[in-house]
């Protein structure tokens, strides 16, 4: 079975910038969560999907981060205008809705704005 | 105060030995504890999952947990040196079951 799967892998760009970056859940997986791990500290929620439907972006900032799942199945997360403190590990996971509420995280996204 | 605390270390046990991570949280109706493992310039890796108080055990790990001392702690016997990695406590809670993740604890194992 194939793992979440993410792209890019690294991405190096100027501030002020758009960035996107790309998610293909676990086959099966309804649940997909986004989220931002900053150097020495765990990874940090920003939106969580059920489906289409994004149940919980508290924690998105909303002024300059936007995120779609078309159709329930792969997502993509958009930043713009980046700005120096987005510099970050950009982390994808999903989970099969069932009880366990164990997560699977994809490779990641390197972020670096200069 | 932060809702799930790690000891940063960074924890150095020579090969052979057990090591010990500990983890605390803060909201007592927690539900679901997850251990992770996350190699440097990696993404972190789903190790241990424990729902109930008392020990799991998969392998070289064990995960305990005490849910009225709001304790989770991973022992990892016979450690190696590839078990040298970053390890991440994530907890949930509340009704949407969110994910809470430790700052995590550096484990070197030491040939």
């Known amino acids: 079975e194939a793992g979440v799967v993410q792209s890019p892998r690294y991405k190096i760009i100027e501030k002020k910038q758009p960035v996107a970056f790309w998610c293909n859940p676990i086959s099966g997986h309804n649940t997909l969560y986004w989220y931002r791990q900053n150097l020495g500290q765990g990874p940090e929620l920003l939106i969580r999907?059920?489906?289409?439907?994004?149940?919980?972006d508290s924690q998105l900032p909303k002024d300059r981060f936007s995120a779609e799942r078309l159709k329930g199945v792969d997502s993509t997360l958009k930043i713009q205008p980046a700005e120096l403190g987005d510099s970050a590990v950009y982390l994808c996971?999903?989970?099969?809705?069932?009880?366990?509420?164990?997560?699977?995280f994809g490779p990641g996204t390197r972020l670096t704005v200069t | 105060q932060k809702e799930v605390e790690q000891n940063s270390g960074p924890l150095s046990v020579p090969e052979g030995a057990i090591a010990s991570l500990n983890c605390t949280y803060s909201?007592?109706?927690?539900?679901?504890f997850f251990w992770y493992r996350q190699y440097s310039g990696k993404s972190p890796e789903l190790i241990m999952s424990i729902y109930s108080n008392g020990d799991k055990e998969d392998g070289r790990f064990t995960a305990q947990l005490n849910k009225a001392s709001q304790y989770v702690s991973l022992l990892i016997r016979d450690s190696q040196p590839s078990d040298s990695a970053t390890y991440l406590c994530a907890v949930t809670s509340g009704s949407a079951r969110q994910l809470t993740f430790g700052s995590g604890t550096q484990l070197t194992v030491l040939p």
């Open positions: 909201d007592r109706g927690s539900q679901s």
């Open positions: 999907y059920e489906n289409e439907e994004a149940v919980d």
């Open positions: 996971a999903s989970r099969d809705g069932g009880s366990s509420y164990e997560q699977y």
